[in-house]
Every structure is written in structure tokens, then in C-alpha cells.
Nanobody, 124 residues
Framework: QVQLVESGGGLVQAGDSLRLSCAASGRTFSSYGMGWFRRAPGKEREFVATISSSGASTYYADSVKSRFTISRDNAKNTVYLQMNSLKPEDTAVYYC?????????????????WGQGTQVTVSS
């Protein structure tokens, strides 16, 4: 069982940066692949980024590639999402998720545990 708690969201202006954090409970964090998803008002939840259990492999949605960076610190049981050059269309609730086992996962159904989410609002 893994519990995930996101933090770091807020209200920013277009062009600003934010860093989201996701703290995980449990002693097996380093065995989980981790992902970030987001849900904008009136839209389906969508994939943002994922990172392998070791941190060696990452993958991004085209909409955030070159602007967002996912990373993890297994010693701190934490995964991060550095978001630069934010745009109003990045406004959403951001969720982190954990997946058991190896492999790249781009679909929310492939993740086993979810956090409650943190709101990111980008004004124009």
C-alpha cells in the first residue's frame, strides 16, 4: 500500500514556474514507476509525465515536452514535477500516481495508487 500526497500547486502568471512534489509513504517507493496526470475543468484526466523506478527513464506528453521535467529522489520517497514557461492551458488539478512493476505507463488505468491532487492555476 502506498499513500501519495501532492503539494506545490498555486496561482501563477503565464511564463512563471512551479515545482510540484509528491511524497510517498512506505519503504518500497523505489520499486514503483511514477507518473503525473492532470485534469482541466470540463476535460478528461490526461497523462503529463512518467519516470521509471530508478529515475533513469522519463517520458512526456507532447504538450509539456521541453517545459516540464519529472524527477525523483528515492531517498526522500518523493517525485517532482518542475513546470517552466507555464501557460493558461496548463491550468488543472495535478495528480501523482504510482505503478507496481516495470514498464512505461501512459494510461491512468495502468496506475495502482493516486494522490488527492493539487490545483495549478495559470493566469494570462
Amino acid at each position: 500500500q502506498v499513500q501519495l500526497v501532492e503539494s506545490g500547486g498555486g496561482l501563477v502568471q503565464a511564463g512563471d514556474s512551479l515545482r510540484l512534489s509528491c511524497a510517498a509513504s512506505g519503504r518500497t517507493f523505489s520499486s514503483y514507476g511514477m507518473g503525473w496526470f492532470r485534469r482541466a475543468p470540463g476535460k478528461e484526466r490526461e497523462f503529463v509525465a512518467t519516470i521509471s523506478s530508478s529515475g533513469a527513464s522519463t517520458y512526456y506528453a507532447d504538450s509539456v515536452k521541453s517545459r516540464f521535467t519529472i524527477s525523483r529522489d528515492n531517498a526522500k520517497n518523493t517525485v517532482y514535477l518542475q513546470m517552466n514557461s507555464l501557460k493558461p492551458e496548463d491550468t488543472a488539478v495535478y495528480y501523482c500516481a504510482a505503478a507496481i512493476g516495470p514498464g512505461r505507463r501512459l494510461r491512468s488505468a495502468e496506475y495502482d495508487y493516486w494522490g488527492q491532487g493539487t490545483q495549478v492555476t495559470v493566469s494570462s
